[in-house]
């Protein structure tokens, strides 16, 4: 039995998404994808619908770097509501509870986040795409549902007070993968004795994309009326998302026996770690590691259309 192809058209590059609020990540990814005409295409770490800013959107071949980018550190700007605490810990859920905002001090405030930077311990809320026994734990915590969720290491490496209002603060934040901003508001509400949700939440860089130029979805749409080559550029190419590994490039014959699929010894190659792979005429052509004898082994190509 014949399996349908896919329709549309190759497409290889990557997105930088202004996701608009109201939409889901996968929304924002599906208009995209039809804006393009493309077969294929992911996106590189989930937004809640209440957020906006940076997302990914890799299209074609550059789907092959999307479990990098989803380990990458993520910024973001956010702003807190001090006294009140929602179901979901944003402003998209219902208020469960409101406290008095005893007179906050800008030294209060700092030392608290003082404590939340670092090595951090953070139980996931039930408001998220975590799975429990099958089911998403969103879903159980819409039927009523709320089950024990183990808490996971992450790293704070910036937690900054960029403004502080008479209920509300700003923060700037930098934070190792697996960070849910919303229970970091909550619980940094908690210590301030007067509960926080997340009024506000902006992604403002993942990985080597920090504060760049996005596309929005009226631009997207305009070049789109202009037509196909106009689109395409807007993509980036697919290893500006691997700019911080060290590039090797390979000469014809290092390249033949790499494409298929043989280990290799580069001159100059780093001792360990992975590694971004050029061709002669420097034309990426995929990422590989470094062994334990010194040869590159090609993980991932990068195929030529």
């Known amino acids: 039995m014949k399996r349908n192809r ?34 294929k295409a992911g996106h590189a770490g989930s937004l809640d619908p209440l957020a ?19 380990e990458a550190e993520k910024e973001y700007l956010t702003t ?14 219902q208020v469960i509870e409101e406290r008095p905002l005893a007179e906050l001090t800008r030294e209060r405030v700092e030392a608290v986040l003082a404590g ?6 953070q139980v996931p809320p039930m408001y998220s795409a975590l799975k429990h026994k099958g089911k998403r734990l969103y879903e159980l ?11 996971r290491k992450l790293t704070i490496h910036r937690l900054e007070l960029v403004e502080m209002r008479a209920d509300e603060l700003v923060l700037d934040i930098r934070c190792s ?15 301030l004795g007067c509960g926080a949700h997340v009024a506000a939440l902006r992604r403002l860089g993942v990985g080597p994309y920090v504060n760049p130029d996005l596309w929005n979805m009226e631009s997207l749409e305009e070049r789109a009326e202009q037509g196909v080559a106009a689109l395409e550029e807007c993509l980036l190419p697919i290893d500006t998302a691997l700019a911080d590994w060290p590039a ?18 580069v001159p100059g190659a780093p001792s360990s770690g992975p590694v971004r792979l050029y061709d002669d005429q420097r034309a990426f052509i995929g990422m590989g590691r470094i062994l334990d004898d010194g040869r590159v082994a090609p993980k991932q190509l990068i195929s030529n259309r």
């Open 6 to 39: 896919k329709s549309g058209r190759n497409v290889d590059g990557i997105l930088l998404l202004d996701k608009p609020p109201g939409y889901s990540s996968n929304q924002a990814l599906q208009q995209v994808k039809r804006l393009f005409n493309a077969r």
């Open 52 to 70: 906006t800013g940076l997302l990914l959107v890799c299209f074609g071949y550059a789907t092959k770097v999307t479990n990098y980018l989803l």
């Open 80 to 93: 807190c509501r001090l006294g009140i605490k929602t179901d979901t810990a944003d402003a998209e859920g």
């Open 116 to 121: 939340f930077r670092g090595e951090i311990e």
């Open 141 to 151: 915590a819409r039927s009523g549902i709320e089950v024990e969720r183990q808490p």
């Open 177 to 191: 993968k697996g960070t849910y901003v919303r229970t970091l508001v909550e619980d940094i509400g908690e210590e």
């Open 248 to 265: 090797l490039e390979l000469n014809h014959d290092l390249t033949y026996y790499a494409r298929s699929g043989h280990p290799v010894m």
